[in-house]
């Protein structure tokens, strides 16, 4: 595979308005579209009980192994918003369906942005044909742009993957880290091929490269009302990905490679943050060594001393004291960046000034071992800065 | 019950010395001594797993009804110290002990500070004797003053308690905020009376005290390494507090008042704090309400808003869809202050006036219903403020 320029795959489109959701005046509106009635896809959505009107509607209306067309704004996530709330998602669909000749049931919708606010439907909906009338092959940035909210810069990669059958593109637009935007609304990510996939091939790459992406990046712990993830293939390469094939495991490391990019990009550009932290457990019990590893990507204090660059091993002790409790004396060994600084629980002597060095980079890696053996995990996180207070502090008012 | 001058209860002294464990020069060194061989007790300690080496002492060494008197230390947790902290923690009790001509068995020792150094056993038996000679009944601001750490200020209560058979004292010194200290480490919570207990009975008072205080509050929903919590009983006054009495009732609402009002000071003084926020969660199921208060009072997002006086109530919505995934469409009602913001899960009109001036008090009141009936809970907890990030951010280096 290479990172290949930007554009689309064979068979989609986008297009982008603004629509006045933005008190920016910025593009606010997505669509993207497949051209294909035989278009694949896979979707991924937030667990959240708080579940944003868009999302329940994805959930209950949208043929989501068939999803041609997404139509996606910022500015407002349409959460909490009850009945009213649906209704206007579901208008908006139908605006979009409409405008793009596809019939609604093959249009997901997604939002993002301030929760608790009625939807301006009627502003997405007035924008619409604007947004149709820009569909072009080569918009994937315009696309990408149109969904930030806090983002510093789109977030997008395209690459061309070489399979034994002939090359392949895959594209992805994302945006947001969890609940980390002031919104506290939403990481989208769209991710388009011309590959041939089947739908239950669809659903088997997304459901495997989004646990080892998203599900394993944390900016503040939050789960998102609007969290969605989309992998639609248009097949317009005419080459296709068979089950158990080479070609789809290769498909499925490039697959893998652009979505990990992307979560990492997510957790860098976490509110004020200037590191990224990766935390790697070790140790005997798959849910034993999630908990530790989240206890200590969800410390504020590890997270502080990471955004000061402070090589306070003891806070990650204490994370994993946190997360274990009643099991006294329990022997943990931690390194920073590869420096063994507790050994058994108890501190060990180590070069001072070599650590200091090593979390003053820009990313930190943590290795902690608990007992026991043959479960692994890692969680990428980012720094708790004090920009991060300043946004989430003056949002709505 | 009244709140009275300072001054330990009959039977009690305390003795206040500065070992240099603390940078500044202040005092670091606190004695707390029962000259009564009779005392009874009773003690609450951290759960966590990376428990220091002082509450693997008072676990194991010490016979916990009878506890006479306390060896305490700021300046450093000796946690993370291994077998050379336990060592440590051992010597200073046997200093502490002959020092004050009682059996090791009877003294408790505590630590508070920065975690992972050892700590420096030799410069706190050095000052013992300094400690011990300043011994006087009318030292415990002095006490709260040496146990400080980042503390603003010194945190103490004196009560006098009028029961059936006369009146009988109760004092308490307290610090820190569980671990919000940037040392990570730390409430400390020692508290004492001249009232006769049976070591039952202040077992089973400080158990159901410390339920509805230390337990119910947060600061950053960080597990300490070295949380203390110990109830004497000096038995000087002569009147005994019976099981099952009416003195017991009195007794025990007393007890609670004393250190609910001490748990509410370490929250108010949590690290940058301006506010304290107190989440009231009704609806279902004892472990219902108690995830979702932890999940509102835990939320970095919510306590970013309380500390802007933000009435960004889509954040504790989403706080509650986050603690109950895979529930959807769950009908959430929301108060702020009295003010309904949120039924069945969607936004309803409010005076935004009157909001914003309700968010802006140094108190800020949540209530959340959630489905079912006959359980309910409430956690108090700090903001999070830029203060909070740099203390954090800046500690050990």
Not at 192 to 215: H, I, M, N, P, W
Not at 264 to 292: N, P, S, Y
Not at 323 to 346: F, H, K, N, R, W
Request: with cysteine; hydrophobic share 45%.
């Amino acid at each position: 595979m290479s990172l290949a320029k930007s554009g689309f795959p064979a068979g989609f489109s986008g297009g982008t308005a603004a629509a006045g959701l933005k008190a920016s005046g910025k593009e606010d509106l997505a669509l993207i579209l497949c051209d294909s009635p035989d278009c694949t896809s896979a979707i991924r959505q937030t667990r959240s009980s708080a579940a944003a009107a868009p999302v329940l509607v994805n959930r209950t209306l949208v043929e989501t192994d068939s999803i041609r067309a997404i139509v996606a704004n910022s500015g407002n996530a349409n959460a909490g918003t009850g009945q009213d709330g649906l209704t206007d998602a579901i208008q908006v669909r139908y605006s979009a369906a409409s405008a793009l000749g596809v019939e609604p049931e093959y249009v997901a919708v997604c939002s993002t942005g301030v929760i608790g606010q009625r939807l301006d439907a009627v502003a997405l909906c007035d924008a619409m044909p604007a947004a149709v009338g820009n569909l072009s092959s080569d918009s994937d940035h315009s696309v990408a742009g149109a969904i930030m909210t806090t983002d510093k810069a789109e977030k997008r990669f395209a690459l061309d993957v070489e399979l034994p059958e002939g090359t392949v593109r895959l594209t992805a637009q994302a945006k947001g880290a969890g609940m980390i935007q002031p919104s506290f609304a939403t990481m989208f990510c769209f991710i388009q091929t011309d590959a041939k996939l089947s739908s239950e091939t669809c659903d088997l790459l997304l459901g495997t490269v989004v646990k080892r992406s998203f599900e394993r990046i944390s900016v503040d712990g939050q789960l998102s009302t609007n969290d969605v993830v989309i992998l639609m293939a248009s097949g317009a390469s005419g080459i296709t990905v068979a089950p158990q094939s080479e070609s789809e495991a290769l498909f499925g490391q490039a697959l893998d490679a652009l979505v990990r990019a992307l979560a990492l990009e997510i957790v860098a550009d976490g509110e004020g943050a200037v590191r990224v932290g990766r935390v790697l457990v070790e140790g005997g019990g798959d849910d034993t060594v999630e908990h530790v590893a989240r206890a200590v990507a969800g410390s504020p204090l590890v997270k502080a001393a990471l955004h000061g660059g402070d090589p306070n091993w003891g806070r990650i002790l204490g994370a994993v004291g946190m997360a274990l409790p009643d099991s006294p004396g329990m022997p943990v060994d931690i390194e920073i960046e590869g420096i063994e600084v507790c050994s058994a629980g108890a501190m060990v002597p180590f070069d001072e000034e070599a650590l200091n060095k090593a979390v003053s980079g820009s990313e930190v890696e943590y290795t902690v071992r608990v007992p026991g053996s043959g479960s692994v995990t890692e969680v990428f996180f980012s720094d708790l800065s004090h920009e991060y207070v300043t946004i989430n502090s003056e949002y709505t008012t």
